[in-house]
């Protein structure tokens, strides 16, 4: 009879150059200290900001309503509502609770939180730069991972975390 391994940890020594895993216990956190202002009443937790590969992955969190943004995804970008339901003016589906966004590399709209959300909390992993437009294209501004980087480090600077408390999530 042979021994029950199924249980087992695995024996062998991971890749030597292989990165740390990421656990963050509650990314939903109430300590608004982790949430990095990304506009009036917007801000994000960052989980991952991988610079190796360029993408990102983020809670956003929204307390107002109305236009958010309008850009453009030169690369896919996944999304997981955990609170709240937006929408994209261009389109005529809700992303509400509990809802999967897939969009498509290419794809420009202007995201929009209804005048009854109190907040939103939408979770997305986003690939790439993300380029703000004017209603015809022109590009007006752009988010990557560095910028995403740089704006942690100033923020948890200011609240007292220091700058290089971002650096748990860089990969």
């Known amino acids: 009879m042979s021994e029950d391994t199924s249980r087992m940890p695995y024996q062998l020594p991971f890749p030597?150059?292989?990165?740390?895993?990421?656990?963050?216990?509650?990314?939903?956190?109430?300590?608004?200290?982790?949430?990095?202002?990304?506009?009036?009443?917007?801000?994000?937790?960052?989980?991952?900001?991988?610079?190796?590969?360029?993408?990102?992955?983020?809670?956003?969190?929204?307390?107002?309503?109305?236009?958010?943004?309008?850009?453009?995804?030169?690369?896919?970008?996944?999304?997981?509502?955990?609170?709240?339901?937006?929408?994209?003016?261009?389109?005529?589906?809700?992303?509400?609770?509990?809802?999967?966004?897939?969009?498509?590399?290419?794809?420009?709209?202007?995201?929009?939180?209804?005048?009854?959300v109190e907040e939103m909390i939408t979770y997305f992993q986003v690939n790439g730069v993300m380029c703000y437009v004017d209603p015809w294209g022109e590009v007006t501004g752009y988010e990557d991972v560095f910028t995403k980087i740089d704006l942690c480090r100033k923020h948890f600077a200011e609240v007292g975390l220091g700058e290089d408390y971002v650096d748990r999530f860089i990969r």
């Open 16 to 116: 030597k150059d292989a990165q740390e895993e990421i656990v963050i216990p509650n990314a939903v956190s109430e300590d608004e200290r982790l949430w990095v202002p990304q506009a009036e009443n917007v801000w994000f937790r960052p989980l991952c900001l991988n610079r190796s590969q360029g993408y990102w992955m983020n809670l956003l969190k929204v307390r107002k309503a109305g236009v958010l943004s309008r850009h453009r995804h030169p690369q896919p970008v996944h999304g997981f509502v955990l609170k709240g339901r937006w929408h994209y003016l261009e389109h005529d589906w809700v992303a509400e609770e509990g809802g999967y966004v897939y969009e498509p590399p290419g794809e420009t709209h202007t995201l929009v939180v209804p005048d009854d």
